[in-house]
Nanobody
């Protein structure tokens, strides 16, 4: 069972940037597709971005398209989420996720503990 540990969250002003990292306990390429989800207070968890198990094709929620970039460093077994032009509505706990399917969509097999991102106006 792969373990996922997120880091890089914090407090940032609107318009700023953060880079989240997700370290995995084992080699995830090419066994797992990876992704990011987030959950804001009082809201359901929502999909943010994902990267296919093989090929590197990426997918984004409309709300983050053009501002966030998902990437993976296979040598370091690490997944990243570069977040630019942050908005207060991006405030949430961000979760790293992995699945043995070809792509993460609405759910996943494995989850990290989450990292808090707070964007002040």
């Amino acid at each position: 069972q792969v373990q996922l540990v997120e880091s890089g969250g914090g407090l940032v002003q609107a318009g700023g940037s953060l880079r989240l990292s997700c370290a995995t306990s084992e080699r995830t390429y090419p066994r797992y597709a990876m992704g990011w989800f987030r959950q804001a207070p009082g809201k359901e968890r929502e999909f943010v971005a994902s990267i296919r198990r093989i090929g590197g094709i990426t997918y984004y929620a409309d709300s983050v398209k053009g501002r966030f970039t998902i990437s993976r460093d296979n040598a370091r077994n690490t997944l990243y989420l570069q977040m630019n032009k942050l908005k207060p509505e991006d405030t949430a706990v961000y979760y790293c996720a992995a699945t043995a399917e070809m792509v993460v969509t609405t759910t996943a097999d494995y989850w990290g503990q989450g990292t808090q991102v707070t964007v002040s106006s």
